[in-house]
């Protein structure tokens, strides 16, 4: 099956500080989503982007199909931002079966 | 509106016990899963659901029973349930690849998330 690759595993950031969160899978997709995974569990979208460039206020998101990753840029990180940062494919071949990476744990310290 | 419920939030069982957990969607999705994700790991998937009939069981033990009554509902049964079972169970639906109006819309094969339920098996 399709493997996908989240980096880095753990990032601590000042608030307002910037990063860049990388996704990278294995083989095409059909389908590739973001997600943050507040504290209590509940996974929210982020985008749905299995190509291109989206926004969406300090968030941005783009997918290198071809080369096969993804990169979730946050701006001006609050402290509202921590959690868990998901990504998830659905494989070319494999109906709309969600992979995920194994996540990149957010800190956003005051 | 996008928004998956579960039932109930939070499930403490011991391992003789019989109990379901609920999930409901109002978006005329016709694909539904069930997720588990234990601490610190990525959501596994373990059942869909497609046009209310199983589609893919990933192998999971048989003391989970999913069951779909109709297209806004999916349950999940749980009997005899190992402490190692203890996670927290996620549902989520979408639209399927090329169903009817839906098909071709950006977003289309979106799945969207319930919050979850928290088990707890002793």
């Known amino acids: 099956g399709i493997q996908v690759e989240q980096s880095p595993p753990d990032l601590i950031l000042q608030e307002g500080a910037n990063s860049t969160l990388r996704c990278n899978f294995s083989?095409?997709?059909?389908?590739l989503q973001w997600f943050h995974q507040n504290p209590w569990g509940q996974l929210i979208n982020l985008f749905y982007?299995?190509?291109g460039t989206k926004q969406n206020g300090r968030l941005s998101a783009t997918t290198v199909a071809t080369e096969r990753y993804s990169l979730l840029y946050i701006s001006s990180s609050q402290t509202t931002d921590s959690g868990v940062y998901f990504c998830?494919?659905?494989?070319?071949?494999?109906?709309?079966?969600?992979?995920f990476g194994g996540g990149t744990r957010l800190m956003v310290k005051p | 509106d996008t928004e998956v419920t579960q039932t109930p939030k939070h499930l403490v069982m011991g391992m003789t016990n019989k109990k379901s957990l609920k999930c409901e969607q109002h978006?005329?999705?016709?694909?539904m899963y069930w997720y588990k994700q234990k601490a610190k790991k990525p959501p596994e998937l373990m059942f869909v659901?497609?046009?209310?009939?199983?589609?893919i069981n990933e192998s999971v033990p048989s003391r989970f029973s999913p069951e779909c009554p109709n297209s806004s509902l999916l349950n999940l049964h749980l009997h005899a349930l190992q402490p190692e079972d203890s996670a927290l169970y996620l549902c989520?639906?979408?639209?399927?690849?090329?169903?009817?109006?839906?098909?071709?819309?950006?977003?289309?094969?979106?799945?969207?998330f319930g919050p979850g339920t928290r088990l707890t098996v002793t």
């Open positions: 982007i299995p190509s």
């Open positions: 989520a639906s979408s639209h399927i690849p090329g169903q009817g109006w839906a098909s071709g819309r950006a977003g289309t094969y979106e799945q969207y």
């Open positions: 998830a494919v659905v494989e070319g071949n494999a109906g709309n079966m969600l992979t």
């Open positions: 978006m005329g999705h016709r694909a």
């Open positions: 083989d095409s997709v059909n389908n």
């Open positions: 659901y497609s046009y209310e009939k199983l589609s």
